[in-house]
DNA sequence: TTGAAAGCGCTAACAA
DNA sequence: TTGTTAGCGCTTTCAA
C-alpha cells in the first residue's frame, strides 16, 4: 500500500501538501495539485482511515449494538442504519449481543477500545446497572432505538409508539367484539418496547371497561419455543381467550405452530394480531393484523440524531417518538360476539402486494 | 480516557514496561507487574486497538461484505459469523451492497482504507472485472462465502453444494409423478449459488429424461414483486407446471402471493419446494418442502479458514464444500399422475418443532 | 529485567 | 502558498 509519503516523494512536495490537496484546502496552487493527483493517481493511493482517525481523534465508525440481527426487524434497522452512515462516510462497527445482557455490556466496552465516534444501541436489557454504568463511562454521543435509560440524559433516543400500537390493536378487537384478549408480551422490564406495549394493553382493557386476567398476560423469551408454550398455556385456560395479541416476532412462529398443533384456526377460531408487521404476518393465510411502522424512518433518524451530535451543530440530546399504525388484516376480521353480523373475510390482496 | 502513559507515570515504569506487563511478556518482575496491575485498575485503562493495529500493522477487524443484510440466510450468517470472530477478538465492520454491484466495489475500497485484517465476501455480483480487480489490489486474506471467483486464486472460499441439493428436490418431485416442473432462480450467472442451483435443476432433469422447456425455467431479481410476476408467467403458460422450485428468499413471498390470489393451493393443486430452507417454509400451511443448510457451520468455516491465514498458521488458501439436506415436507406430499395413490399428506409436527 | 527512542500513517500548528 | 515539526497511543527495537 501506497502512503502518503509515497506520494510527496513522487510529487516532489511534502507530505503536508498531499493532505491538505486531498482534504481540499484553500491556498493551493494548481501546480501543485496537479502534480498530487497526477502522483495519487499513479500509485493508487488511498488515505488510510486509521492513521487519520487516529491523528484527527475521530475514526468516522459508529459502534451499532444489537439484541440479535436475526430478528426481521432488527435486520432491516441495521440495513437502513448502515445505508445512512455509510453516505455520510461512516463505517459501521457490528456488535451483536445475540440475547445475552453481559455481551450488551462487552460491546460497549470493545466499541469503546475500538475508538468508534458514536454508538448506537439496541441492547438486550436496557436497565442492568452494568450497561447503564458501561454507557456512562463512554464519553461519545449514543443513540437508544425503542430504549430508553433515563439515568442516561446526554443519550439521544429514537422511540415508537408502541404503548399507543398495543392500545389500537386492543381497541380493534374490542370493537370486534371480543372480551378476552390474550397477551403473550416479551420480557417485561427489559426494554422500552415491552414495557410500553404491556402498559397499553393493559391501559387499553381499562379504557373499555375489561376485566384484567393476568391469566391472559404472557411474557416469554423471544422464542418460537416459548412462544408455542406461551400459547398452549392460553388455549388450555378453563375459558381461553378469543383473540391473542402476539409480540416479539421469534416468538410468533411459536404461536402458529401451537394453534396449528391444536387445528385452531386463526381468523375463524381465534383472532390473532401481531405488535410487529413482519413478512409472515402478511403471508400467513390469512393475513394476520399487524402494528406497523417505518423501520428505515427509525433507523434514519437514528443516524441522523448520531451525526447531528459529532458534527457538533447539536449539543443537547433529543428524543424522538415516531407513530405506528394499525394494518388491519382477515385474522381479525371476523366479529365475535354477535355471530349474526359476522362480517366477510377482509380482502386482503391490496395489503398482500 | 486514560492513556498507556498515564498508567506509566501512576505505576513509576516506562510506557514499554506497561505493554510488557499487559500482553503477558517474559521477563517481567512480579513487582513490576503488580504496581502495573495496580494502576490499570485505578485508571480503569483499556488500551486503544486503533493505536495498537496502527503500530501493530493488524486492526484485528474484520470487513463483511454482504448483498442483502435483510435477507434470513445473511442475517443468519452475519450472526454466526459475527459470534465466531468476536470469540477470537476480531471485530465486524459491516458493509452492506443492498443489491447493488457497485456497491460490493466501493465496500471493498473503504474496507480497505479502514485497514480490516481480512474480508468475508458475500457480494451481490461476483463476476464483475471491478470487483475482481478490487478484490486483487486488496492483499490480505480472503473467504468467499457462497461465492466463486476463478481469477482470484488466493481467496478461501466456503461454499454448499447447491448444485446437490436442486437436484434432490428436483428429483424427489419426479418421485411424486411431476414431469413439468417450474423453476424460480435468482440471477443467474451472478453468484456461485444461482449457477450451481440452475444447473442442477437442468442436470436433474437430464437424468430423469424430462424434456427441458425453456419456458419453465425464470430468473429473477430477488424481490417480492419479481418473483409474484415470475409465477404468474408460470401460471399463464398453455401446459402449467404441477410444480414448482422456488429460489431466493425475498422472491418466495412473491410467489406464494401469486398463487394465493389465483386461488391454487400449495399441495393440492401445485408442489412447491424452494431452495433455501427458511421460516416462511416451516411456518407456512401446508409446511414447504425445502432445501436444508447449516448455516452457522457456513460461518463458522468461513471464521476459521480467515483466522487461519491471519494467524498465519495456514499459508495457502482453501475451498471448503458443505453438503446440504432436503427437507421433505407437506407441500410437495400429494402424488401426481397416479392420483389414487395419492398419500395423505405427511405429518408435520416433527418438522415444526 | 527495564527504559529510551523510534515510528506506524496521517494531519494540524507553526514557520518560512 | 508550501515545508518542517510534532504528535495521536501504542509497540518494538536497541541499549543499559
Known amino acids: 500500500m501506497a502512503t502518503i509519503k509515497d506520494v510527496a516523494r513522487l510529487a516532489g512536495v511534502a507530505p503536508s501538501s498531499v493532505t491538505r490537496v486531498l482534504r481540499g484546502h484553500r491556498y493551493v496552487s494548481d501546480d501543485l495539485a496537479r502534480r498530487v493527483a497526477a502522483a495519487v493517481e499513479e500509485l493508487g493511493y488511498r488515505p488510510d482511515l486509521v492513521a487519520a482517525g487516529l491523528r484527527g481523534g475521530r475514526s468516522h465508525t459508529v459502534g451499532v449494538i444489537v439484541s440479535d440481527i436475526i430478528n426481521p426487524v432488527i435486520a432491516q434497522l441495521v440495513d437502513a442504519l448502515e445505508t445512512a452512515l455509510h453516505a455520510q ?3 459501521t462497527l457490528l456488535a451483536n449481543s445475540h440475547g445475552d445482557p453481559a455481551r450488551d455490556v462487552e460491546n460497549v466496552e470493545r466499541l469503546g477500545q475500538r475508538r468508534v465516534d458514536g454508538l448506537v444501541v439496541m441492547s438486550v436489557d436496557e436497565r442492568s446497572p452494568e450497561l447503564v454504568a458501561a454507557l456512562s463511562a463512554w464519553s461519545g454521543p449514543i ?12 443519550a439521544n433516543a429514537v422511540l415508537s409508539d408502541h ?7 386492543v ?3 374490542v370493537d370486534q367484539g371480543h372480551r378476552r384478549i390474550g397477551y403473550l408480551g416479551g420480557p417485561t422490564g427489559s426494554t422500552y418496547v415491552w414495557r410500553e406495549r404491556t402498559s397499553g394493553f393493559i391501559e387499553a382493557l381499562e379504557d373499555h371497561g375489561l376485566p384484567r386476567d393476568p391469566a391472559l398476560v404472557k411474557s416469554a423469551r423471544a422464542t418460537p419455543d416459548a412462544g408455542r408454550r406461551s400459547t398452549l398455556e392460553l388455549l388450555d385456560l378453563p375459558e381461553p381467550p378469543s383473540a391473542v395479541v402476539a409480540g416479539p416476532n421469534p416468538l410468533l412462529s411459536g404461536t402458529l405452530q401451537a394453534l396449528h398443533e391444536r387445528g385452531i384456526e386463526v381468523g375463524r377460531d381465534v383472532a390473532l394480531g401481531c405488535l410487529d408487521d413482519v413478512a409472515v404476518a402478511v403471508l400467513h ?7 406497523n411502522r417505518d423501520i428505515t424512518k427509525v433507523a434514519q433518524v437514528a443516524a441522523e440524531l448520531l451525526l447531528a451530535q459529532l458534527t457538533s451543530a447539536e449539543r443537547h440530546p433529543r428524543t424522538v417518538v415516531l407513530p405506528v399504525e394499525l394494518r ?6 371476523r366479529a365475535f360476539g354477535n355471530a349474526e353480523a359476522a362480517r366477510p373475510p377482509a380482502r386482503a390482496s391490496a395489503e398482500r402486494r
Do not use: F, N
Open 285 to 291: 393465510e390469512p393475513p394476520i393484523t399487524a402494528v
Open 171 to 173: 381497541s380493534h378487537l
Open 143 to 154: 443513540v437508544l432505538a425503542d430504549r430508553q435509560i433515563p439515568g442516561l440524559v446526554r
Open 163 to 169: 404503548r399507543r400500537g398495543a392500545r389500537a390493536l
Open 89 to 91: 462516510g461512516y463505517g
Open 328 to 333: 388491519s388484516r382477515a385474522s381479525t376480521s
